[in-house]
């Protein structure tokens, strides 16, 4: 069920235009926000993170309408105002993100992923090369993870309190600000659904990418990892860094801790459009650091 948080994002979405529908899938109705862009680019497909939904990334979905012709942001299932399959699990919660993602566009595009979304990015573009033009990876999950890794991940997701909940937004981001204990309030709430910790007890180290999976991606990936990453384990930037195919790169920013569209909405919004105009052009570029 949607939260309140969800609620006020989508309204302060179809207030400025965007339209709501929902998909049919094998994992139930999966809800998306769309709005044709003022731009040139390609649409761009974006997904959210665990317990997130579409409607949170309303100041970056905004923006990138300035440089695509298309935006489009589904719900995961059990997300925001999708449904939750009868067994939630990540296999049917990406079998459901699938189905939606195969009939909410009818055009290659380039694919968001932030964090968890990030991982499922990466399975969507192995299974359906042809449609995605390039893959944008935003502090994305998924790299191989220890069995000690993996039960720290579960332990930081475990919010018994709002001090745990506050103590987790600074971990997050780099500058909270005024905002601090609101984020702190939607998170804990989101957390502590049963299906999110039922989903979050099921994740298991055999769910993660192998570096052959990485390899084989045939369009063009970039990665956007934060110098302030304070949740994933460091590990998972060198994953990808050793793995993308040459035609990867991965790319530090300063300023910049999990979620990018949180900590400089704007200078994530720009390295999009700039990343979507290298996979329009192809351009295959080696790894490099930016400020």
Request: hydrophobic letters at 45%; glycine letters at 10%.
């Amino acid at each position: 069920m949607a939260a309140l948080t969800e609620h006020a994002s989508l309204l302060n979405l179809r207030v400025r235009g965007w339209r709501r529908r929902h998909v049919e899938t094998c994992s139930g109705r999966v809800h998306l926000v769309e709005a044709p862009g003022t731009g040139a680019l390609p649409p761009v497909v974006l997904l959210h993170g665990f317990t997130a939904a579409g409607a949170h990334y309303a100041p970056l979905l905004e923006r990138l309408r300035r440089s695509s012709r298309l935006v489009v942001a589904p719900d995961l299932p059990a997300h925001g105002f999708s449904d939750a399959p009868a067994t939630l699990d990540l296999e049917s919660l990406y079998l459901g993100l699938r189905d939606a993602l195969d009939h909410a566009v009818d055009a290659p595009f380039t694919l968001v992923g932030n964090s968890l979304g990030g991982a499922l990015a990466v399975r969507y573009a192995l299974d359906r090369p042809q449609r995605v033009l390039g893959l944008a990876l935003l502090s994305p999950g998924g790299a191989p993870m220890t069995a000690p890794e993996l039960a720290a991940l579960k332990q930081l997701f475990t919010l018994r309190s709002d001090r745990d909940a506050l103590a987790f937004v600074d971990r997050v981001m780099v500058r909270p600000g005024a905002m601090r204990r609101l984020y702190a309030y939607g998170i804990r709430g989101g957390f502590t659904r049963p299906a999110m910790r039922a989903l979050l007890a099921g994740m298991s180290t055999a769910d993660c990418l192998r570096p052959d999976e990485l390899g084989a991606l045939a369009m063009p990936v970039r990665v956007m990892w934060g110098e302030h990453e304070r949740v994933l384990p460091s590990s998972g930037r060198a994953f990808f860094e050793a793995h993308l195919p040459a035609h990867g790169r991965v790319e530090l920013h300063q300023g910049i801790g999990h979620c990018p569209h949180l900590d400089d909405c704007d200078h994530t919004a720009r390295t999009l459009a700039r990343w979507g105009r290298e996979f329009g052009h192809g351009a295959h570029v080696p790894t490099r650091r930016h400020g």
